[in-house]
């Protein structure tokens, strides 16, 4: 079934039920989705703590995507934490701080945004 396929019957569902929560969703996050979401992030971004690039995390990509999901799966995924860097605001002398997942993190974020 397709990212696409599976988006349309959470949506379905949620319409012929709009008075129940829908819950356990995990289950829809597989190697599509999350290959999928990490296609939908922009390849220019800086990287995390882990200075691992877009393209360098595609370079392994399905074996990225394996370990992901069964970290994922399994609850022993823990995010790691955000590289900060400060950026200039605009029209203003001041900076604001910034925080940068690594490559991996934000996969997991979009796959469950997509949800």
């Not at 979401?37 to 995507?65: H, R, V």
């Not at 860097?85 to 974020?109: A, C």
């Amino acid at each position: 079934m397709s990212v696409y396929t599976k988006r349309q019957r959470i949506a379905k569902i949620a319409k012929q039920h709009p008075e129940e929560p829908i819950t356990l969703l995990h289950h829809y996050i597989d190697e599509e989705w999350l290959t999928a979401s990490f296609y939908f992030l922009p390849k220019d971004k800086a990287p995390g703590i882990d200075q691992q690039t877009w393209q360098q995390y595609e370079e392994n990509l399905e074996e990225n995507i394996k370990s992901l999901l069964i970290r994922a799966n399994s609850g022993s995924y823990k995010a790691p934490p955000v590289r900060r860097t400060k950026i200039p605001k605009p029209g203003s002398k001041e900076k604001r701080k910034l925080g940068i997942p690594t490559t991996e993190d934000k996969v997991l974020q979009k796959a469950v945004l997509m949800l």
